[in-house]
T-cell receptor, first 115, second 112 residues
Framework: GAGVSQSPSNKVTEKGKDVELRCDPISGHTALYWYRQRLGQGLEFLIYFQGNSAPDKSGLPSDRFSAERTGESVSTLTIQRTQQEDSAVYLC?????????????FGEGSWLTVV | SQQGEEDPQALSIQEGENATMNCSYKTSINNLQWYRQNSGRGLVHLILIRSNEREKHSGRLRVTLDTSKKSSSLLITASRAADTASYFCATGDSGGYQKVTFGTGTKLQVIP
């Protein structure tokens, strides 16, 4: 596609429910990132996929968070048993290769509100 | 964990003035990039500087890198109201397989 696509753009869910956030990266981009950004704060690294390598999950805040990526295409971030502190915008990004040798392209984010 | 820290956290200037933002990071890097974010949406790439470069220009942007001090600065000259946004530095470890982390950001307000 032309850019990184994320869905849904907005999601309101009840505390305790599970949510799935989807990211469709730019075609051909081997690297895919998920970040979380709480209101007025910086980007918090969650997980990084690079090609066929094992993902770097070091940023996932708890075992309620998981993410999958199908080959070098779509990724899904799943939050189980959502809590109010999970409310944030979840940003997905992709790049041609890992690290900072290439520009990282961001989606517009998925705003999650847990009530 | 975040590698970079920007300062100041917030900056308010008049249109036409220059804006300087700083980024400090912790571990060795290969490259450093600066990004801009409008209204909490996706970030947009501004400029990349490699570890063997000391200064780079792009339009009204000037970036410096001091690897001995583990710091970088972003200068926006002749600021415009449209420059109002948050600015982040992005760093990665110097290893070949590296995640990218972002700093805490500087929120810039340019007053017309």
């Amino acid at each position: 596609g032309a850019g990184v696509s994320q869905s849904p753009s907005n999601k309101v869910t009840e505390k305790g429910k599970d949510v799935e956030l989807r990211c469709d990266p730019i075609s051909g981009h081997t690297a895919l990132y998920w970040y979380r950004q709480r209101l007025g704060q910086g980007l918090e690294f969650l997980i990084y996929f690079q090609g066929n390598s094992a993902p770097d999950k070091s940023g996932l805040p708890s075992d309620r968070f998981s993410a999958e990526r199908t080959g070098e295409s779509v990724s899904t971030l799943t939050i189980q048993r959502t809590q109010q502190e999970d409310s944030a915008v979840y940003l997905c990004a992709s790049s041609l290769g890992g690290g900072l040798r290439n520009t990282i392209y961001f989606g517009e984010g998925s705003w999650l509100t847990v009530v | 964990s975040q590698q970079g820290e920007e300062d100041p956290q917030a900056l308010s200037i008049q249109e036409g003035e220059n804006a300087t933002m700083n980024c400090s990071y912790k571990t060795s890097i290969n490259n450093l990039q600066w990004y801009r974010q409008n209204s909490g949406r996706g970030l947009v790439h501004l400029i990349l500087i490699r570890s063997n470069e000391r200064e780079k220009h792009s339009g009204r942007l000037r970036v410096t890198l001091d690897t001995s001090k583990k710091s970088s600065s972003l200068l926006i000259t002749a600021s415009r109201a449209a420059d109002t946004a948050s600015y982040f530095c992005a760093t990665g470890d110097s290893g070949g397989y590296q995640k990218v982390t972002f700093g805490t950001g500087t929120k810039l307000q340019v007053i017309p």
